[in-house]
C-alpha cells in the first residue's frame, strides 16, 4: 500500500510539472526583449531598451507592440501575426509555413519583411522598407517611396507607393507596382523583370529574394 501511494504522489507530480510546463512555453501576456508564443493567443510587448525579439509558432496568434524599439518577428507554423512599429519603425518579420504577417510602420520606416512557405504578408511604411517574397506567398508593402520587394517562385506581389519605388518579378511570379505619382516603366535584368517608377532600373543585385536566390543566369 505504501509503494503504491508514493507512485500516486510521485505521478501526480510529475503531471503536475508537465501542465505548468506547457503554460510556461504558451506565454500568454508577456513584456521584454525575448518573447515567445507557443499555440495561443498572446500580447506581446517589447521592454528593454535594445533590440527585441518575438518568436511565435504552431497556430499562434500574436500581437506584437514594438514600443519605440527595433523589433524583429519570426511567425512560423499557421500562425497570425501582428507587428505595431508606429513609433520609430526598424521592425522586420520573418514569416514562414503558411502564416499571416501584418506589419503596421504606419509613419515611419525602415520594415522589412521576408515572407515564404505559402504565407500572406502586408507591411506598411513611410520609406525605406522592403524584402523578399518566395514560394506560394501572396505579399504587399504600401509606402510613400524608397521600397521594393523582390518576388520569385509561385507568389503574388503588389508594390503601391506615391514614387521612388520597385519590384523584382521572377520565376511565375505574379507582379503589380501601382505607383500614384510616376510611371511605370518596365526593365530587363535576364530572367528577371523589374517594374520601377520615380527611379532609373536598379541593377539585380538591388532585388532581395528573402532566403531565394536568383538564377546562376540572372547574375
Do not use: W, Y
Not at 504565407?119 to 520609406?127: P, W
Not at 526593365?187 to 531565394?212: M, R, W, Y
Request: aromatic content about 2%; glycine content about 14%; proline content about 1%.
Amino acid at each position: 500500500m505504501t509503494k503504491t501511494r508514493s507512485f500516486r504522489h510521485v505521478l501526480a507530480l510529475g503531471l503536475v510539472f508537465v501542465a505548468t510546463s506547457l503554460g510556461f512555453a504558451g506565454c500568454g501576456d508577456s513584456t521584454g526583449d525575448e518573447l515567445a508564443c507557443v499555440g495561443e493567443r498572446c500580447q506581446l510587448a517589447c521592454e528593454g531598451g535594445g533590440t527585441c525579439n518575438a518568436q511565435c509558432t504552431q497556430g499562434a496568434d500574436c500581437d506584437l507592440d514594438c514600443n519605440g524599439e527595433e523589433c524583429n518577428l519570426d511567425c512560423a507554423s499557421k500562425s497570425e501575426c501582428t507587428s505595431d512599429c508606429t513609433e520609430a519603425g526598424g521592425c522586420n518579420a520573418d514569416c514562414q509555413g503558411q502564416s499571416t504577417c501584418d506589419v503596421d510602420c504606419t509613419g515611419t520606416g525602415d520594415c522589412d519583411l521576408d515572407c515564404a512557405g505559402g504565407s500572406n504578408c502586408n507591411i506598411e511604411c513611410q520609406e525605406n522598407c522592403g524584402g523578399g517574397c518566395s514560394g506560394n506567398s501572396d505579399c504587399n508593402l504600401t509606402c510613400d517611396s524608397d521600397c521594393g520587394i523582390g518576388c520569385t517562385g509561385n507568389t503574388t506581389c503588389s508594390v503601391t507607393c506615391k514614387t521612388g519605388c520597385f519590384i523584382c518579378c521572377q520565376g511565375s511570379a505574379d507582379c503589380a507596382l501601382n505607383c500614384e505619382d510616376s510611371e511605370v516603366t518596365e526593365c530587363d535584368a535576364g530572367n528577371t523583370t523589374i517594374f520601377v517608377c520615380g527611379l532609373e532600373c536598379p541593377t539585380l543585385d538591388k532585388c532581395d529574394f528573402g532566403d531565394s536566390e536568383p538564377a546562376e543566369n540572372d547574375l
